[in-house]
């Protein structure tokens, strides 16, 4: 192994109480999600989600650039074969099989494979500085980890048409309206904004978090009828739980509750 196979391409901190923060770590190439990148992402995302310590998870870059994007180099010479041997799908089913709500905070260039790592997030917060772009049809091809698909049922059909087309990119305020990102802060603000988002959040209700994730993610799958039926089933599962007992019987008695996650 050389040096550059052992360089950390990601970095992991716990910056508040409950929450996991994993910053991508290749500045000098604006974050590009080579292979390396995506592993150790994924690795440390899935160590998260498997400790009971950690309620929610931030994903950021820096204030350059969140990600801009595959690691064209990496890219410029595969074929068919490598492309599927690679095993690109399998990566993005890992991120989307992540439990514990997941916040992008982005600042500068969030591009290409960039934009749909923070689509594939749970939330996004956005710096004033970010800008948010599919940029590949640049280089000849299109999106390829959901980039066609959530951008449309983020921004709607004729500026996800606008942006795969024709590169074009949204500032953060653009992005706000569109529904693509949920809040904007100044960039010297962004970070801490998901980080006390994602403690906020870490102090709820375990259970109820989880299942409340996956209820709206399955807005994105299912038809109305079907989804509004998957929600129920979670709403009534979760009166099996303690903490919906706790939750009640604290309001009643004027009082915080105090979670177990069971
Ligand atoms: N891949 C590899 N290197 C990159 C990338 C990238 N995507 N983006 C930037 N870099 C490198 C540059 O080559 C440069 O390196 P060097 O200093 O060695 O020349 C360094 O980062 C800094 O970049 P620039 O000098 O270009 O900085 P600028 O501020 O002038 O420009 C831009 C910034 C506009 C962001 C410009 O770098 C750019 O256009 N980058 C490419 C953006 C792009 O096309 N992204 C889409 C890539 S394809 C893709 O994402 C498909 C996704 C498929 C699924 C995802 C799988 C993980």
Known sequence: MDAHD????????????GVGLVRLNRPQVLNALRGQLMEELLTALQRLDAD???????????????????????????????MVRRGMTDRWARLRAIRKPLIAAVSGHC????????????????????RFGQPEINIGVIPGAGGTQRLTHAVGKSLAMEMVLNDRRLSADEALRAGLVSRVAPVERYLDEAIA????????????????????????????????AYEQKLFYILFGSED?????RAFQEKRAPVWRGE
């Open 52 to 82: 009971p310590a950690i309620g929610a998870l931030v994903i950021t870059g820096n204030e350059r650039a969140f990600s801009a994007g595959a690691d064209i180099r990496e890219m410029t010479e595969a074929s068919v074969t490598s």
């Open 244 to 248: 919906q007992k706790e939750g009640m």
């Open 197 to 228: 988002l994602a403690a906020q959040i870490a102090a709820r209700a375990p259970l109820a978090v989880q299942l409340g994730k996956e209820a709206v993610n399955k807005a994105y799958e299912l038809p109305l009828s079907e989804g509004l």
């Open 111 to 130: 591009l290409g494979g960039g934009c749909e790592l923070a689509m594939n997030c749970d939330i996004i917060v956005a710096s004033e500085s970010a």
């Open 6 to 17: 052992a360089a950390q391409d990601v970095l992991v901190e716990t910056p508040a109480p």
